[in-house]
């Protein structure tokens, strides 16, 4: 008889999403450090690392807490006014490929080009972008919009029907 090899198993496992991923406290300290470092830098992931939280973890407060949200757009907007400021200031003063004397020790260099092109996408972004709040958003039930039409359909009627009595004279 011959030597008996035992079944062969599979060893390979299946990463998963939540490998190493970490819980995090949000104090309202660790939330007002991380906007403070969104407002200087613009930059989510170096601002989640100042407080030393992984980037899905700031992500998911934003999508769970619509308070933090807001603030959230507004650190970007402080940052978005910072950096047209320092481009303003640069421009004034002879320029050059790069921000270098304006730039805090959280930024480092800034490359003009690159700036102009982020400003001019959020500029975009922000006039394309709905305004928060006011009244909700009303929509016309199918009667309504049924009757709507018909009271046009019999003003375009009686229109028509005007001019055809004025053409017959």
Same mark, same amino acid.
């Not at 973890?57 to 769970?64: D, E, G, M």
């Not at 304006?102 to 500029?123: C, E, K, N, Q, S």
């Given at each position: ?8 198993? /599979? ?5 998963? %999403? ?10 309202? +300290? ?9 407002? *200087? ?7 989640? %690392? ?10 998911? !407060?934003?999508?769970?807490?619509? *308070?933090?949200?807001?603030?959230? +757009? &507004?650190? !970007? ?9 320092? #481009?303003?200031?640069?421009? !004034? ?9 304006? *730039?805090?020790?959280?930024?480092? =260099? ?7 092109? #982020? ?10 972008? /709905?305004?928060?709040?006011?009244? =909700?958003? +009303?929509?016309?039930? =199918? ?6 039409? !018909? ?5 375009? &009627?009686?229109? +028509?029907?005007? @001019? @055809? ?5």
């Amino acid at each position: 008889m011959g030597s008996h090899k035992p079944p062969a198993t /599979p060893t390979i496992t299946r990463p998963t %999403a939540f490998t190493g991923r970490k819980w995090v406290r949000w104090t309202a +300290q660790k939330k007002a450090a991380f906007l403070d470092h969104l407002a *200087a830098t613009c930059n989510v992931k170096a601002s989640a %690392a100042v407080i030393g939280v992984d980037p899905i973890s700031v992500y998911a !407060l934003r999508r769970h807490d619509p *308070a933090f949200l807001a603030a959230w +757009q &507004e650190a !970007l907007e402080a940052g978005y006014a910072m950096l047209e400021t320092q #481009l303003v200031g640069h421009a !004034l003063s002879g320029g050059g490929r790069t921000i270098a004397n304006g *730039a805090t020790a959280l930024t480092g =260099p800034i490359d003009v080009d690159l700036a102009l092109r #982020l400003l001019a996408a959020h500029r975009t972004r922000s006039a394309d972008r /709905p305004r928060r709040g006011g009244p =909700p958003l +009303q929509r016309a039930s =199918p009667d309504d919009t049924d009757a709507a039409i !018909l009271k046009k359909l019999r003003a375009i &009627e009686k229109q +028509q029907g005007k @001019q @055809q009595g004025s053409d017959e004279r």
